[in-house]
């Protein structure tokens, strides 16, 4: 994925997210003051408030905390996808993050399910982390 | 000089407007309801100098209470369109309370309508798919509104044992006190095996546990508590008000299971000097058949994962201790929660007919918007506390 179309899509404080993405590489956020994880990329810790964050590579494993099997299309577009499962993951690291799990039947999808991340080119032309059962 | 909001306003007009495919503009459906409300409270335009709506995606102007002023001929002094989505009806009494207490209005038109239906649901689908999900982190993973709510009440019931059946008999209790509501749009009975047997949208949620999606209007008018009864009909006085936000995107959420609600509870309890006992109804914003059982509990009507026996016992429909959604609710009524407020101000004033609830002094309008995201708590009263 071209780094034009990372400017294009993800605002400046998460392209290095997306950019390690690109590369197969999971990315979350740590606070270099107090060392708290976290997910979305916040402009300051939401932990300590601290201002100094870096990003740290997950190692890509994780449980299902919660998930949905989605029977009805949100878009026309999306009518032959249906069934497909909308996750929030919990990673090891300790952040949860929404994501969809593939490779795996719907119905076979439960909570505290383990879990590791893949790599898929989304529609939206990014790369998208994913997760597939352990 | 005290500046709580408790007894400082009350409702005096009561506006509920077209409702179903109206094939009207978003500004006409505000206008309907805005004249029955005047109409309601022996009012007329002039008499108003306060205007607030709720910011919404079928009018995506940048100063939607600008547009309706002129549309309608206010020129108001004070005038704006909150945004907190379906928790901003109640917030638009407190914003209300706060404009005529600091003197900057006497009386205050909120107003909250929608021709969603109308425009379709391709339109619905389009936008909020833009605006709803965090757009990087969650839209490219196809998500859309039942299914974030689906996120919560998968863990809910995971927690707490919860089934598909505690879901649904909440849908079913809506739709019987729908039954004795002239203007609700889904009358005919349901059981819990309707429910479960209706279209699957997001596991677990089936069509029967989303509310309606139609178009609506719904309209108040807010006034001093000392001029509260210059008016024809009888007032309904604003005791507390509280919020609680914890989140935007589900993502974030703290918690799939408890919400800010604990907190807009909490404040609206202590600014009224009540608690969860002195409430006889409650109106609690069902958007889908979860929040109800997430909202008994973190109002503090009843312990964390105690909520399906509290509606499985008869305790909160309309012959127990606590009804709730006496209209029927965004479930079986209408949708907009603004019809929650009205529904309540009907209550108080002794004026629901077939479905009055004998004991109505104290009633709670609760309010989310978003996934859970942002939490309105409004009590309203008989008289002053």
């Not at chain 1, 601290?50 to 905390?65: D, F, T």
């Not at chain 1, 090891?92 to 898929?120: K, L």
């Not at chain 1, 080119?121 to 790369?127: K, M, W």
């Not at chain 2, 998968?154 to 059946?165: F, I, N, P, S, V």
Request: with cysteine; proline share 5%; charged share 20%.
């Amino acid at each position: 994925m071209a780094e034009a179309d990372i400017e294009r899509f993800a605002a400046p404080e998460t392209r290095e997210y997306w950019r390690a993405a690109a590369e197969g590489r999971l990315l979350v956020q740590k606070c270099q003051d107090c060392g708290a994880v976290q997910f979305f990329s916040w402009v300051s810790c939401i932990e300590c408030s601290s201002s100094r964050l870096g990003w740290i590579e997950a190692s890509g494993r994780g449980k299902v905390y919660s998930f949905t099997v989605i029977h009805r299309a949100p878009k026309p577009e999306l009518r032959d996808k249906v069934p497909y499962v909308l996750a929030l993951v919990q990673l090891d690291e300790g952040v949860r993050m929404m994501s969809n799990i593939v490779e795996c039947d719907p119905q076979a999808v439960h909570i505290d399910m383990p879990v590791r991340v893949i790599f898929e080119p989304g529609s939206v032309g990014v790369v998208l982390p994913k997760f597939r059962p352990v | 000089m005290n500046a709580s909001l408790r007894n400082s306003v009350a409702i005096v007009g009561v506006g509920e407007g077209p409702l179903g495919q109206t094939g009207m503009s978003a500004l006409g459906l505000h206008a309907e309801a805005a004249d029955l409300a005047l109409a309601d409270a022996g009012l007329s335009k002039h008499d108003i100098d306060g205007l607030l709506m709720v910011r919404a995606w079928e009018m995506p102007q940048l100063m939607p209470s600008a547009v309706f002023a002129e549309y309608y001929g206010l020129r108001p002094s004070y005038s704006n369109a909150l945004a907190l989505g379906g928790a901003t009806p109640c917030a638009m009494v407190a914003h209300a309370a706060m404009a005529i207490q600091a003197g900057l209005c006497r009386r205050v038109l909120a107003i909250q309508a929608s021709n969603r239906a109308t425009l379709g649901r391709d339109a619905a689908v389009s936008v909020l798919s833009e605006i709803v999900g965090h757009p990087e982190l969650e839209n490219p993973y196809e998500p859309m509104i039942p299914a974030l709510y689906a996120l919560v009440a998968q863990r809910y019931m995971h927690e707490y044992r919860a089934t598909t059946e505690d879901l649904a008999a909440v849908a079913v209790l809506c739709r019987e006190n729908a039954a004795r509501t002239p203007y609700a749009l889904m009358k005919k009975p349901i059981g819990v095996e309707d429910v479960l047997n209706s279209k699957m949208v997001a596991s677990p949620l089936h069509l029967l546990d989303c509310c309606l999606a139609n178009d609506f209007a719904a309209a108040v008018i807010v006034t001093s508590a000392d001029d509260a009864t210059n008016y024809p009909r009888p007032p309904a006085y604003l005791l507390g008000y509280g919020e609680g936000h914890t989140h935007e995107h589900i993502s974030e959420a703290p918690s799939l299971t408890t919400f800010g609600c604990v907190d807009s509870g909490k404040r609206a309890f202590a600014m009224a000097g009540l608690g969860p006992g002195d409430v006889d109804i409650a109106q609690l914003y069902d958007c889908f058949t979860i929040t109800v059982l997430i909202e008994l509990e973190d109002l503090g009507f009843c312990r964390k994962g105690e909520a399906a026996g509290l509606v499985d016992s008869g305790a909160v429909s309309r012959e127990g201790y606590l009804p709730i959604n006496t209209n029927g609710g965004m479930l079986s009524a209408t949708t907009g929660g603004m019809f929650h407020v009205t529904e309540a101000v009907r209550q108080l004033r002794g004026e629901a007919g077939d479905r009055q609830i004998d004991k109505a002094n104290v009633c709670l309008v609760h309010g989310n918007g978003g996934i859970l995201s942002t939490h309105t708590t409004l009590l309203l009263g008989r008289n002053r506390v």
